[in-house]
């Protein structure tokens, strides 16, 4: 994978998480970024209720905690292990800038990173504020099988570390209607799913 590729000469070390184990939390100092080498990560953060808002689930080959790179200082979010075997390796944000000043395709990386994280959220933002409600949940499924799915013939299997809640919470929906569009589509024989994976039959079909 490109990312571990161009961290590899960077000093780190390697960290495992029970599952629900804070990997940082909100207020602590933005001194590491993090990527994922099993397991899968949630990035959230509550709202003035108290009320969780997830903001991403993210799987091995991710990094996380990116913000420490552009001027972050305090977190202003958390990240929790989702997965009971996560392991993550942390890499601490200085050596991480020494070594981009030294070499232009780190430095090129860093910069993709964070470009990346700033499209993926405008795109998100962009589904809420213009689709309606189903089409998110329809928008999302579409994306994670084009990200994390495995092609198995015509049809394509995704782990499942997401609950009803995180979906909701993803694609600024209810509880209520990602259940009711999930069991809808399966009731089309679209998708079928489980606690532990999503699989869809066709991905044409899933519209």
Do not use: W
């Amino acid at each position: 994978m490109v990312t571990e590729d161009v961290l590899s000469n960077i000093p780190s070390s390697v960290l495992d998480y029970a599952k629900d184990k804070l990997i940082y939390e909100n207020g602590q100092v933005s001194d590491c970024i993090y990527l994922i080498e099993q397991g899968s990560v949630k990035i959230a953060k509550s709202d003035g209720t108290g009320k969780e808002v997830v903001k991403s689930i993210l799987n091995p080959g991710s990094v996380f905690g990116e913000k420490a790179l552009s001027g972050e200082e305090i977190r202003t979010e958390y990240a929790q292990a989702v997965t009971a075997d996560t392991k993550v390796k942390v890499f601490v944000v200085e050596d991480v800038l020494e070594a981009s000043r030294q070499n232009a395709q780190l430095n090129q990386k860093v910069i993709n990173i964070l470009t990346k994280k700033l499209e993926s959220l405008e795109k998100r933002l962009e589904s809420i504020t213009s689709k309606d409600s189903r089409t998110r949940v329809v928008d999302f499924l579409r994306d994670l099988a084009l990200e994390n799915g495995q092609k198995v013939g015509f049809e394509t299997l995704i782990k499942n570390n997401f609950t009803h809640k995180d979906i909701a919470s993803l694609t600024g929906t209810s509880r209520q209607t990602v259940t009711t569009t999930l069991n809808h589509l399966k009731e089309q024989n679209i998708i079928n799913f489980d606690r532990r994976r999503i699989l869809i039959r066709d991905m044409d079909l899933l519209e």
